[in-house]
């Protein structure tokens, strides 16, 4: 098969075999710390995107499931949740904790190419689900025709890194010593994808949304609630930038980088945790 072909079918290749072999082990094992790090962002996009009982909603790029979780009771029993992502071990984690929900389903697929289903959701949502999309405008095309009339869309998606302590400060330190590998381009797939607000904007308006506006939330994050001094550094350096780097790095190298990235953190460590600031965008659209 040529590579323009598998390109065509599966477009998400890369990001499918990154969730499914590399990031979602790792989330499924860290699921609680990092839930507990990001609920409050999403807590607040929830908030703010209405969710009501009897609604059906599609959770996009759910991973382990806690959001689904949390809309399937919000909507209750006579409501739907589908939470929908690329990567399998994710779901099954989610699926383990969603026993007691029938109204809560968990599909795996990818959101930019998956038959949705035409006006099968009043709300879409994701925390941090959409910013790994190869094709983000044909991805927001494909899920504008799965909103029912009258329906909306609320996300949240980082900002720049550089208003993002919690993943610059480790990955600043990292990168004293190693090559950290540059994006192929400002707005490659990836965690600050969507950080301009207006080119995102644009992508959504050009996905066929309408209505699209977008309001700045920055909130201090408790990080490894609970953990020890030594488990903050092993949490820290389980992550983004710093995870990569120590996936590659010889012995040596690892307790070089345990070392910077205890120096770095160490300001930031409070008896709560490590409490670190972070800026994101909410986005919401019809
Ligand atoms: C940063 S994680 C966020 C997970 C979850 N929403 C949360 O807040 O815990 C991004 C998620 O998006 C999923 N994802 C990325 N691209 C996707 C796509 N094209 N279709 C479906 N899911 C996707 C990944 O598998 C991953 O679970």
């Not at 072909?5 to 998400?12: G, I, R, S, Y």
């Not at 990031?23 to 969710?51: C, D, T």
């Not at 950290?180 to 400002?186: A, D, E, G, L, Q």
Request: hydrophobic content about 40%; charged content about 20%.
């Amino acid at each position: 098969m040529s590579e323009d072909k598998t390109a065509q079918e599966d477009p998400n290749a890369q990001q499918s075999a990154y969730w499914n072999e590399v990031a979602g082990p790792k989330w499924v094992q860290l699921s609680q710390a990092i839930n507990g790090q990001i609920e409050p962002i999403g807590r607040a996009a929830m908030e703010s995107a209405g969710v009501e009982p009897g609604q059906r909603v599609l959770d996009v790029g759910c991973g382990c499931g806690h959001t689904s979780i949390d809309l399937a009771q919000r909507v209750g029993a006579k409501g739907e949740v589908h939470g929908v992502d690329l990567s399998e071990p994710m779901l099954a984690e989610g699926r383990s904790h969603a026993a007691d929900l029938p109204q809560l389903r968990f599909t795996q697929a990818d959101v930019q190419t998956a038959d949705l289903g035409d006006g099968a959701y009043d709300r879409i949502f994701s925390r941090f689900g959409v910013m790994f999309f190869a094709d983000p405008e044909a991805a927001f095309r494909n899920l504008r025709p799965a909103l029912a009339p009258g329906g909306s869309m609320t996300f949240v998606c980082w900002q720049e890194i550089g208003k993002n302590p919690w993943m610059a400060v480790p990955g600043a330190a990292v990168a004293k010593h190693v090559d950290m590998p540059k994006p192929s381009t400002p707005h490659a797939p990836g965690p600050f994808a969507f950080a301009d607000a207006e080119r995102t904007k644009a992508i959504l308006e050009a996905g066929g949304f309408s209505g699209v506006e977008y309001e700045s939330l920055e909130k201090g994050l408790t990080i490894g609630a609970g953990m020890t001094r030594d488990e903050l550094v092993d949490f820290s350096l389980q992550m983004g930038p710093a995870g990569a780097a120590m996936r590659e790095a010889d012995e040596g190298l690892r307790s070089r980088l345990r070392e910077a990235v205890a120096q770095a953190i160490a300001p930031f460590i409070t008896d709560d945790g490590l409490v670190m600031g972070s800026a994101a965008w909410v986005f919401s659209a019809r």
